[in-house]
């Protein structure tokens, strides 16, 4: 097994994780190769783009927390290879393991006792009024919301062509299930189980207690855009990390995208486990 491994920089204690997490890699027979800004950090000379992990690693390692592992979605590009996320600190929904677990998960690795949980991205296109566009990808969601100024906004929402909704609220959000859990369930959207084949658009602080969150296939694809030109412009937001200025007269379509995101889980680790945890349901 030939184990990538890109660390959180901004993390404190990565780097001690990172040394440990590939000797113990290394003692149980895997071969580790650091992403170049990772290779530098220890000192090292060397290491590979996260670019170029799909052509030289059977899988990747990520150091840091749910963050990263969002960002390491748009460094790693076309990327069919499981991706595990090692959590410094506490579990995330999207880590495998925490940093107290290497351990465990280096005899995991090397033994073959993991499984793979296939992810949903989506597959946002910017449209310019000039017909330029811009593609991103996304694993938790995509957002179109207010920009400079404090007023509400006004959104016209398309499905497959059809009229959807006319919202006025902060903005809107269109998450994946695995962005069920992050932004959109703050604005009051819906659980969803990560395989589940939808999306969902959830109105951020709708001004009509009417207009709520709708769950919808995974097979259609949406269109958002700003309708008044006094709204002034918006940004769009794909997973909290690249924002764009989006103008009157500019549209985003949002699909699923033919590209997927393998999370590595280890045995006896689970969805429902994580949401227990992470928001401390106690049952009766």
């Known amino acids: 097994m030939k184990v990538g491994i890109l660390l959180n920089p901004q993390k404190t ?12 890699l290394e003692a149980r027979g895997c071969e580790c190769v650091l992403e170049r800004d990772t290779a530098a950090m220890a000192g090292e000379r060397g290491g590979i783009l996260a670019g ?7 899988m990747a390692a990520v150091l840091g927390g ?14 069919d290879r499981p991706v595990a996320g090692i959590n410094i600190g506490t579990l995330g929904f999207l880590t495998t393991c925490t940093d107290a677990d290497i351990g465990r998960f280096a005899d995991a690795v090397s033994e073959g006792r993991f499984s793979i949980s296939p992810r949903m991205l989506l597959e946002a296109t910017v449209i310019r009024r000039d017909g330029s566009t811009v593609v991103y990808h996304a694993l938790n969601e995509v957002t179109m919301a207010r920009g400079e100024t404090g007023r509400l906004v006004t ?37 969803i189980a990560p395989l589940a084949s939808v999306m969902v658009i959830t109105p951020i602080c709708p001004h009509s207690l009417s207009q709520r969150s709708l769950v919808l296939s995974d097979d259609v694809e949406i269109e958002i855009s700003p309708e008044r030109a006094d709204d002034g412009p918006m940004l ?5 990390r690249d924002t764009t200025r989006i103008d009157p007269g500019d549209r985003v379509t949002v699909k699923k995208s033919d590209r997927s995101f393998h999370l590595l889980l280890l045995e006896g680790t689970s969805f429902y486990g994580a949401l227990r945890q992470k928001l401390g349901w106690q049952g009766v």
């Not at 749910?66 to 990327?79: L, P």
């Not at 769009?236 to 909290?240: A, I, L």
């Open 66 to 79: 749910d963050g990263t592992m969002m960002h390491a979605v748009s460094r790693f590009g076309k990327f």
């Open 236 to 240: 769009f937001t794909v997973d909290g």
């Open 155 to 191: 959104l016209t929402a398309m499905v497959n062509g059809e009229w959807l909704n006319r919202y006025r609220a902060d903005g809107l959000i269109v998450a994946t299930p695995t962005g069920s859990t992050a932004y959109s369930l703050s604005a009051g959207g819906p659980l």
């Open 13 to 24: 204690g990565g780097l001690k994780t990172m040394m440990a997490l590939r000797a113990a």
């Open 52 to 58: 170029e992990f799909a052509a030289h690693v059977d």
